[in-house]
Every structure is written in structure tokens, then in C-alpha cells.
């Protein structure tokens, strides 16, 4: 802490008052800089009225050496206009003159409390940057060697095809063509999420078609996922719109669709029905998969959790589709749940606020 004050019995009143933190004093704005400058100060203590400098200048001037710096004004003084200066200079908090003790060590411990969480929140925010940076070069990094893998595949394909050799031979590319092509969806998928997730560019809200946006989003998937052997129902004859970003909410449609062919039985069926409700609309997913174990159905929106039916360790994707769509959801004011029954499929209803006509 640094109290600045001319007033030596108020230095030391504060010193006393706070005297579980180290308590540094300052009896000019010139002598507070020099200390702030050469200490580890975490809070600043100041009066307005002093001589060679008011605190209103000290505290403008702090703010410039440090913009998070945690300053909390001191004053006998009830002009407003004294208050709105500060306030101008982002002072943090004030405290009246004459000084009650408890009053003091509150102001001190809220304004501490504030900063922590802001340290918390600046300490997030530069991990996902961080997170996203690091998610960004990655799938960059590996989008090239899986082209040129893909290419070398595609000589050594057309090579044993002249020479007609044995049918292992055959049938080992044709598997190490499927696992680079899974890996480059992983890629891709990967560099997605770290887009739609971590947005570089603030996110525009606007009108979108529901039934417009669920077709694109369940065409997009079943042509990716490649689940010829599933047929795919859709009625989106209840027409919606919805105010979002398109391309979150696509991404997290897309999500929840894809969930649904992964799991899907052979020759089995997903269904998606668009339904109206009086304030919100329905987006109803059903596949007649394996189902989803009851105790682990608490842990479904989790990151990174994956059902695993067959205890393979093989299951597609990073186990983050379902928690990005809830993530998503929310942020719309919508919400989403999931029901699901062993041997008899699943099914996740998603529920958003509509329009107003």
C-alpha cells in the first residue's frame, strides 16, 4: 500500500488502520511517483489537496505510468465536481474525510477484491488467446504434410494399380488413405472450433431462416461423414427465425448432427423435425444408434468427454462438439438437452428464443 497524504497523523492513522499489509507514505505527488516507480505498489491511497500536486493530478498521472493501477481517492471535500474529476481519471473508489477505520479497511479490501478479479480475468483472456494462437499454428503446421502425404498416397495408388499387385497391398493404401483423410478432418475440425470458439472480430447478430440454417447444417454433415449406409429424415415445415450469428449457430447445429450419424446403427435413420412453440422453436435430433449409458449421460456436455460404446479409444473427434453447441446455445438464450435410452437411440432437443413477427 502507499498513503499519500501531507498530513503525517494521516499516514499513520492509515498505516495503523492497515497494518496486515505493507504500508508505504508518501507526503507529496512527486515523492508517490518516485515510490511507485522504484516498489511493487498493489493500491495507492491518496488525499486531493497537497502541495506540489494535487491527487487528482497524481492519479491521472498514475493511471498513465499504469493503467491498472488501483487508486482510491481520499477527501473532506463534498463537491461533486471534485468526485466527477476523478471519475474521469478512473479513480477506483473514495473514501470521506474525516477517515472512520472500518469504513477504510472495507473500501481497501472491496478495491482489492476488484482487482483480483480483474488480474483473473485479463489472466483468462490471454490464455485463450494464448489457447487460440497456439490451436491456429498447430493446424496450420499440419495442413501441409498432410497434403503432401495425400498426394504421395495418391502416386503410390496409381503405381501398384499398373502392376496389379497383391490384394493386401491394395487394401493396406486404401486404409492408410481413410486415416490421413480422418486425420485431415481433425485438422480441419480443429481449426474450426479455434474460429467460431475464439473470435477474432466481435460477433454481428442477425435474422437467419431456422429451417433454412438446420437444412444447411444436416446437408453439410451428411455429405461429410460420409454414412451412406444412414438415411437421413428431416420436417422443417414449421418455419422459424431466430436472431444470431449464422455461422455459430451453423457450426453448432452441425455439432449436434454430426453426433448423431457417428452414432447412428448401420442402415439406421437420423430424423430432424423443426417444431414451433408459442415463444421459442424446437430443433428435435433423433438417431437410432447405441444410446448413451445412464451414468454417463451427466457427463455428455463435458469438454473432451466422449461416449465410447465399444471401448475402443477410437471414437472421431476431440469431444468438443457438445460442449461448443451448449456454449453456443446459450449465448442465444436457448438452451439444449439430451434424452437417451441403451440400444434405443438418442435424442437432443434444442430450444431458441424466436422472433418476434
Same mark, same amino acid.
Given at each position: 500500500m502507499l498513503v499519500v497524504d501531507d498530513e503525517q497523523v494521516i499516514r499513520d492513522l492509515c498505516g495503523h488502520a492497515l497494518k496486515e499489509y505493507r504500508v508505504l507514505q508518501a507526503g507529496s505527488m512527486r515523492e508517490a511517483l518516485d515510490l511507485y516507480q522504484s516498489e511493487r505498489i498493489d493500491l495507492v491511497l491518496t488525499d486531493v489537496m497537497m502541495p506540489g500536486g494535487s491527487g487528482l493530478e497524481l492519479l491521472r498521472q498514475l493511471k498513465q505510468l499504469d493503467p491498472g493501477a488501483l487508486v482510491i481517492v481520499m477527501t473532506g471535500f463534498g463537491d461533486k465536481e471534485v468526485i466527477l474529476s476523478a471519475l474521469k481519471e478512473d479513480a477506483d473508489d473514495f473514501i470521506n474525510k474525516p477517515l472512520q477505520i472500518l469504513q477504510l479497511r472495507t473500501t481497501v479490501q472491496k478495491a482489492l477484491g476488484k482487482k483480483a478479479l480483474k488480474d483473473e480475468i485479463a489472466t483468462l483472456k490471454r490464455l485463450d488467446s494464448l489457447k487460440g494462437s497456439f490451436l491456429a499454428l498447430i493446424s496450420h503446421k499440419l495442413k501441409t504434410p498432410i497434403t503432401s502425404l495425400s498426394l504421395a498416397l495418391e502416386e503410390l495408388q496409381r503405381y501398384?494399380?499398373?502392376?496389379?499387385?497383391?490384394?493386401?497391398?491394395?487394401?493396406?493404401?486404401?486404409?492408410?488413405?481413410?486415416?490421413?483423410?480422418?486425420?485431415?478432418?481433425?485438422?480441419?475440425?480443429?481449426?474450426? %472450433?479455434?474460429?467460431?470458439?475464439?473470435?477474432? +472480430?466481435?460477433?454481428? @447478430?442477425?435474422?437467419? /431462416?431456422? !429451417? $433454412?440454417? *438446420?437444412?444447411?447444417?444436416?446437408?453439410?454433415?451428411?455429405?461429410?461423414?460420409?454414412?451412406?449406409?444412414?438415411?437421413?429424415?428431416?420436417?422443417?415445415s414449421a418455419a422459424s427465425r431466430v436472431a444470431c450469428d449464422r455461422e455459430r449457430l451453423l457450426f453448432a447445429l452441425q455439432q449436434v448432427i454430426d453426433n448423431a450419424f457417428k %452414432?447412428?446403427?448401420?442402415?439406421?435413420?437420423? +430424423?430432424?423435425?423443426? @417444431?414451433?412453440?408459442? /415463444?421459442? !422453436? $424446437?430443433? *428435435?435430433?433423433?438417431?437410432?444408434?447405441?444410446?448413451?449409458?445412464?451414468?454417463?449421460?451427466?457427463?455428455?456436455?463435458?469438454?473432451?468427454?466422449?461416449?465410447?460404446p465399444d471401448a475402443t479409444g477410437q471414437v472421431p473427434g476431440f469431444g468438443l462438439g457438445l460442449f461448443c453447441a451448449r456454449e453456443i446455445i446459450?449465448?442465444?438464450?436457448?438452451?439444449?438437452?439430451?434424452s437417451s435410452e441403451q440400444g434405443q437411440g438418442t435424442t437432443v432437443t434444442i430450444s431458441l428464443k424466436t422472433e418476434e413477427e
Open positions: 501398384a494399380a499398373q502392376f496389379s499387385p497383391e490384394a493386401e497391398c491394395h487394401e493396406r493404401l486404401r486404409s492408410m488413405r481413410e486415416d490421413l483423410q480422418f486425420l485431415s478432418r481433425l485438422v480441419a475440425s480443429l481449426l474450426r %472450433f479455434n474460429q467460431v470458439m475464439l473470435p477474432t +472480430t466481435p460477433v454481428a @447478430l442477425s435474422s437467419c /431462416d431456422l !429451417a $433454412e440454417l *438446420v437444412r444447411a447444417a444436416a446437408e453439410a454433415v451428411q455429405w461429410s461423414a460420409g454414412r451412406s449406409d444412414v438415411k437421413l429424415s428431416i420436417d422443417l %452414432f447412428a446403427e448401420r442402415n439406421g435413420t437420423v +430424423t430432424i423435425t423443426l @417444431l414451433r412453440r408459442p /415463444d421459442h !422453436a $424446437e430443433i *428435435v435430433v433423433q438417431d437410432t444408434g447405441c444410446g448413451i449409458p445412464p451414468e454417463e449421460m451427466p457427463k455428455v456436455f463435458e469438454r473432451f468427454y466422449q461416449v465410447d446459450r449465448q442465444y438464450g436457448g438452451s439444449i438437452s439430451i
